[in-house]
Nanobody, 121 residues
Framework: QVQLVESGGGLVQAGGSLRLSCAAS????????MGWYRQAPGKQRELVAA???????NYSDSVKGRFTISRDNAKNTVYLQMNSLKPEDTAVYYC???????????????WGKGTLVTVSS
């Protein structure tokens, strides 16, 4: 079994910073892509940032220059450093991993349960 566990959400004032972490555990052989998505009330889930195993990144236009995604491959952990937070960044943030596991089917897509980020104005 594979699990993704997020941490680091909370309440912060506009202009502040938060750092999210997501640790993947279980029967993992390798991880292709790890990323962060978010879902605000009444809106669809959207990609925030993603990072491939070779270091390529993809950011939503709304967070470019403010958020940074990084990864510790040895720990199967991905981080999201969020700076200059805005009220519109308020959402539940979900970790996602596209990985290869030891059981079949080998390639699977996993989601964490989410962590709430609230930015007050």
């Amino acid at each position: 079994q594979v699990q993704l566990v997020e941490s680091g959400g909370g309440l912060v004032q506009a202009g502040g910073s938060l750092r999210l972490s997501c640790a993947a555990s279980g029967s993992i052989i390798s991880i292709n892509v790890m990323g962060w998505y978010r879902q605000a009330p009444g809106k669809q889930r959207e990609l925030v940032a993603a990072l491939t195993s070779d270091g390529s990144t993809n950011y939503s236009d709304s967070v470019k220059g403010r958020f940074t995604i990084s990864r510790d491959n040895a720990k199967n952990t991905v981080y999201l450093q969020m700076n200059s937070l805005k009220p519109e960044d308020t959402a539940v943030y979900y970790c996602n991993a596209d990985l290869i596991r030891s059981s079949f089917p080998r390639r699977m897509d996993y989601w964490g349960k989410g962590t709430l980020v609230t930015v007050s104005s």
